[in-house]
T-cell receptor
Framework: DAGVTQSPTHLIKTRGQQVTLRCSPK?????VSWYQQALGQGPQFIFQ???????QRGNFPDRFSGHQFPNYSSELNVNALLLGDSALYLC??????????????FGPGTRLTVL | GQQLNQSPQSMFIQEGEDVSMNCTSS?????WLWYKQDPGEGPVLLIA?????ELTSNGRLTAQFGITRKDSFLNISASIPSDVGIYFC????????????FGKGITLSVRP
């Protein structure tokens, strides 16, 4: 049973560039959430996708956008990169079933470095 | 963004000792969760608590959901070297709002 997978593992970009990160949810899961984890901090919620729509959004600017595909996989896009966007980006998947969508399983993350 | 309160930032214990970690919030949550994160990996769910006052165990781990719904604690008994890592608490509201709000984490070191 494959868990949550993310690609790439590491990425180095320069300020102003754009980046796309990818996530495949755990088998059987239909909801994908994205989190940003700065060094020494806990993960911060970016947004969540369900049925190919953004279901909820955290306190992140419009430079952060996403997409969910029919196979439930998801992409996170960040435009006009800033130095402060350097972080570990985590994808978490879950299953909305009878309202119990609490248990989110995390992937290993993509380490983004902006120079 | 909002974060839950976890302190101290680091804890150092001797192998075989028990350790307790606390997590508090100014807001009520309907679900409390505890995650462990190892270097280079994503957080792994240890215990989930769904009801105020609930006490749940998972092996050597025991966690409780505070009756005020604003706090939770995690206890690790008879620590072993593989318990080393960062422990995060997370709160969650059920229903349409299912985002996780995390604490800053506690780094646990276990001396052999």
């Amino acid at each position: 049973d494959a868990g949550v997978t993310q690609s790439p593992t590491h990425l180095i970009k320069t300020r102003g560039q754009q980046v796309t990160l990818r996530c495949s949810p755990k088998s059987g899961h239909d909801t994908v959430s994205w989190y940003q984890q700065a060094l020494g901090q806990g993960p911060q919620f970016i947004f969540q996708y369900y049925e190919e729509e953004e279901r909820q959004r955290g306190n992140f600017p419009d430079r952060f956008s996403g997409h969910q595909f029919p196979n439930y996989s998801s992409e996170l896009n960040v435009n006009a990169l800033l130095l402060g966007d350097s972080a570990l980006y985590l994808c978490a998947s879950s299953l909305v079933f009878q309202g119990r969508d609490n248990e989110q399983f995390f992937g290993p993350g993509t380490r983004l470095t902006v120079l | 963004g909002q974060q839950l309160n976890q302190s101290p930032q680091s804890m150092f214990i001797q192998e075989g000792e028990d350790v307790s970690m606390n997590c508090t919030s100014s807001s009520i949550f309907n679900t409390w969760l505890w995650y462990k994160q190892d270097p280079g990996e994503g957080p792994v769910l240890l215990i989930a608590l769904y009801k105020a006052g609930e006490l749940t165990s998972n092996g050597r781990l025991t966690a409780q959901f505070g009756i005020t719904r604003k706090d939770s604690f995690l206890n690790i008994s008879a620590s072993i070297p593989s318990d080393v890592g960062i422990y995060f608490c997370a709160g969650q509201l059920t229903g349409a709002n299912s985002k996780l709000t995390f604490g800053k984490g506690i780094t646990l070191s276990v001396r052999p």
